[in-house]
């Protein structure tokens, strides 16, 4: 029980050090790509926070767990979005004006209705996950191609020289390597951890798992809203949330094989595409979250954990 603790603990520090090293050097390297705030959120910082994610499911499958690479994936959006913003908004008022701030959450919705869907069918397969991840990856060349800026006329020319760019990518591969050992840690600890206190993997997934790796997202985006970059906050947990669905549920079916456990549904994955309702219905009609949707998001999570802790 102590070593398992104490693995998740360490687990939890290398994959928020790490995952804090990645966003910070990707920033820099969006910088030098001339992409907007907006596209920095969704797609590098989204990814980035969304790292751990990625590998505490891929090492769960390699463990024989995909019950927690599942519960992950979906208890990580829904704290992304009631915990995270529900954070960044209590910090400060998420305000968007982009023109493009509903194309984010809009998808986002659509991917969360579409695994509900796939969980219902019992859908699963190599060829279903290679298209999941296809479908991302088509979302943000569409999303590169609208909001790249263009250089300007005074570009310095000796930004683009190779030592420009060895910082932010040295950085980025240290922060890769850290996510990549504590996911490793992690991932043991709680299945050890699981079989120790009788609970379900999927239980563990959705709480232990899901809340811990969901702490990049929420650091940076308690610093985003602090800063007052409401695009890149919200952008973050938007995108951190597509690529929870898309790229590493699309990863953890063509890797098991097998479809989502039936135990998220219909509790779990109901939450979480309501939760992506209310945020999409939010954005639209009041441009944002307002300080007040922080108690709401946030009282919401609490009611969501006390109900996983009384079910099991």
């Known amino acids: 029980m102590t070593y398992a603790v104490l693995a998740i603990v360490l687990g939890l520090v290398l994959l928020i050090g790490g995952g804090e090293l990645l966003v910070s050097h990707a920033v820099k390297l969006a910088a030098k ?36 690479a599942w519960g992950n994936i979906v208890g990580s959006n829904i704290a992304n979005t009631l915990l995270v913003l529900g954070g960044a908004s209590l910090v400060a008022p998420i305000r968007v004006a982009a023109a493009g701030r509903m194309r984010d959450p809009v998808v986002g919705l659509f991917a969360a209705l579409l695994l509900c869907g796939v969980a219902v069918a019992g859908l699963s397969g190599l060829a279903l996950g290679l298209a999941l991840v296809a479908l991302l990856l088509v979302y943000i060349a569409y999303c ?63 709480t232990i798992v899901a809340v811990g790796t969901s702490l990049p997202e929420l650091v940076a985006s308690l610093a985003a809203a602090r800063k007052g970059e409401s695009e890149v906050a919200l952008g973050s947990v938007t995108g951190s949330n597509l690529y929870n669905i898309l790229f590493i549920g699309g990863t953890t079916m063509a890797l098991s094989g097998e479809p989502v456990p039936v135990e998220l549904w219909p509790f779990d994955l109901v939450v979480m595409a309501a939760s992506a309702a209310v945020l999409t219905m939010l954005v639209y009609w009041k441009k944002g979250l307002p300080r007040w949707c922080a108690a709401m998001f946030l009282l919401a999570y609490a009611g969501f954990l006390a109900m996983l802790a009384a079910g099991g």
Request: aromatic letters at 6%.
């Open 33 to 68: 790509a001339r992409v907007a705030p907006l596209f920095i959120g969704l797609v590098l910082v989204g990814f980035g926070t969304s790292a751990p994610e990625l590998v505490a499911s891929i090492e769960a499958v390699r463990a024989g767990a995909p019950a927690i």
């Open 144 to 206: 590169f191609k609208a909001e790249r800026t263009p250089p300007p006329h005074d570009s310095a020319v000796p930004d683009m020289v190779p030592q420009g760019w060895f910082r932010p990518l040295a950085g980025a591969a240290a922060g890769l390597a850290l996510l990549i050992f504590g996911g490793r840690i992690l991932v043991d600890g709680a299945t050890d951890l699981a079989r120790l206190a009788g609970m379900s993997e999927t239980l563990i997934g959705l």
